[in-house]
Nanobody
């Protein structure tokens, strides 16, 4: 198991930026594919961005393409989500998650960090 702790959330005005971090501990971080998810009040959790073990493949939800960037530093056991041009619709609790196999369910989750974008 890998333990995940998110940080970097907060309150920001529309058009602003935030960078979320997710620090991993426990098992070898570089063995895990990582993802960022979010859940807004009254809505289902949705995937925001994913990155594979070697960081040479990323994928994004259509709603964040061109605004968000996922990256990872395996030496620091950390995955990041750079969020630019934030919109009120981005308001949610953001979670990072890990999975060992590329097409398996995400099995390890962080506790989440709140992102609030004011208009």
């Amino acid at each position: 198991q890998v333990q995940l702790v998110e940080s970097g959330g907060g309150l920001v005005q529309a058009g602003g930026s935030l960078r979320l971090s997710c620090a991993a501990s426990g098992r070898t971080f570089s063995n895990y594919h990582m993802g960022w998810f979010r859940q807004a009040p009254g809505k289902e959790r949705e995937v925001v961005a994913t990155i594979n073990r070697s960081a040479d493949s990323t994928d994004y939800a259509d709603s964040v393409k061109g605004r968000f960037t996922i990256s990872r530093d395996n030496a620091k056991s950390t995955v990041y989500l750079q969020m630019n041009r934030l919109e009120p619709e981005d308001t949610a609790v953001y979670y990072c998650a890990a999975r060992y196999w590329l097409f398996s369910d995400y099995s390890n989750w962080g506790q989440g960090t709140q992102v609030t974008v004011s208009s």
